[in-house]
């Protein structure tokens, strides 16, 4: 069983900066690509970026240039480092987990608030 625990949401003002957390346990980290979600109050969750296992990036075009993904598989952790933060950037951020081998399972962690307002 795979756990995704999130951390550093909070509120920030317009232009501020946050960087999140996605620990996991019970897995052989390198094997997932990772990825982060967020939902909006009324919206559908979408991808904000995502990276293999091998460090490839994929960003929304909404995030790129402000947002940045990495990993460090030797602590099983994805990070999601945000500046110049919009109000519209405000949503629920969810961790994603996707195994890559066989069983491929998806898993999720329970979120984190992320508040942008002044």
């Known amino acids: 069983q795979v756990q995704l625990v999130e951390s550093g949401g909070g509120l920030v003002p317009p232009g501020g900066s946050l960087r999140l957390s996605c620990a996991a346990s019970g897995t052989i980290f390198s094997i997932y690509n990772m990825g982060w979600y967020r939902q909006a109050p009324g919206k559908e969750r979408e991808l904000v970026a995502d990276i293999t296992s091998g460090g490839s990036t994929n960003y929304a075009e909404s995030v790129k240039g402000r947002f940045t993904i990495s990993r460090d598989n030797a602590k099983k952790t994805v990070y999601l480092q945000m500046n110049s933060l919009k109000p519209e950037d405000t949503a629920v951020y969810y961790c994603?987990?996707?195994?890559?081998?066989?069983?491929?399972?998806?898993?999720w962690g329970q979120g984190t608030q992320v508040t942008v307002s002044s």
């Open positions: 994603n987990a996707r195994r890559m081998a066989p069983p491929y399972l998806t898993y």
